[in-house]
């Protein structure tokens, strides 16, 4: 078990790293920015106290008058629901297509297959124009939130790149061994072969997350909808940059917490992870 430990220390770490330096090379672009505090300052003395504020608790007040933490934090109690809605969505409806249809995704009609895709590649901000004009969706309410969280589901590709990986999985694991013993011997695929889908269907979500959190920030500005995306628009529009950064540094984060969590997995399914990680401790002894 140490050497698993120690296999997802050093992600931590190196994740950690990531997030570090995304902060110094966001700092490094506000140098350029008119009245930007890190020129003021100097990038190694505005990175020192942004991430002795991040640890303190305590960035300062916002162009609001809020403190910067405080609206990071209100921002995101808005834009996550969504995106976790959202891949819900996506993720259990193409898994109920992929699992409920089988060799019968392939065999979908042509028109159906190329209305889904099409669909799906639709970009996000022109999904949500067509919800406002076609369908009306009112300025507020429950509605626009419900209408985000569909159109995050199936614009930019995800619907599509989600139900071709998780069926290219499942050709996979139908050529197993075992599986082809299960049906010799009539036994239901479905149930025993979801687990199996557990780790990809975790990858496919660490890998769509990027592009929902991006996405969700433009759609937000199209729908109107105070989160993390109108939050920043304003931040650099009334040149609040270290509410800017704060949104950034907040968001690659999540990301990397994700990815953590996304190793952790394959550790506790993946028993060649855990061999890989052994041999690789004794081979540093």
Do not use: C
């Not at 008058?65 to 996506?90: H, M, N, Q």
Request: glycine share 12%.
């Amino acid at each position: 078990m140490r050497p698993a430990l120690a296999y997802l220390a050093r992600r931590a770490t190196g994740l950690a790293a990531v997030v570090g330096v995304s902060s110094a090379l966001l700092g490094a672009l506000l140098l350029f920015a008119p009245g930007s505090p890190v020129a003021e300052q100097g990038l190694a003395a505005w990175l020192g106290g942004f991430w002795r504020g991040v640890f303190a608790g305590d960035l300062g007040p916002s162009y609001r008058g809020i403190p910067v933490l405080d609206l990071v934090g209100r921002g995101a109690a808005t834009t996550l629901p969504i995106v976790g809605f959202a891949l819900l969505l996506s993720l259990t409806g193409a898994l109920g297509i992929v699992l409920g249809l089988g060799d019968r995704v392939a065999a979908l009609s042509r028109p159906l297959r190329l209305g889904l895709h099409g669909l799906s590649l639709v970009p996000v901000f022109l999904l949500g124009y067509v919800a406002l004009v076609v369908f009306g969706v009112p300025p507020d309410g429950p509605r626009r939130w419900w209408a985000a969280v569909f159109i995050l589901a199936v614009g930019d590709g995800t619907l599509s790149d989600v139900i071709l990986g998780l069926d290219a999985e499942r050709r996979r694991l139908v050529e197993q061994d075992f599986v082809h013993s299960m049906r010799l011997r009539g036994l239901p695929l479905v149930r025993r072969l979801a687990p199996h889908l557990a780790l990809p269907l975790a990858q496919l979500l660490a890998a769509r997350l990027v592009f929902l959190l991006s996405g969700v920030l433009v759609l937000e500005m199209v729908l109107g909808i105070q989160g993390l995306g109108l939050m920043g628009y304003r931040a650099a529009v009334k040149a609040d940059f270290t509410l800017l950064v704060a949104i950034a540094v907040g968001l690659t984060g999540l990301v990397a917490a994700v990815q953590l969590g996304v190793d952790a997995l394959r550790v506790a399914v993946d028993p060649r992870v855990r061999k890989d990680s052994r041999q690789t401790a004794r081979g540093s002894v």
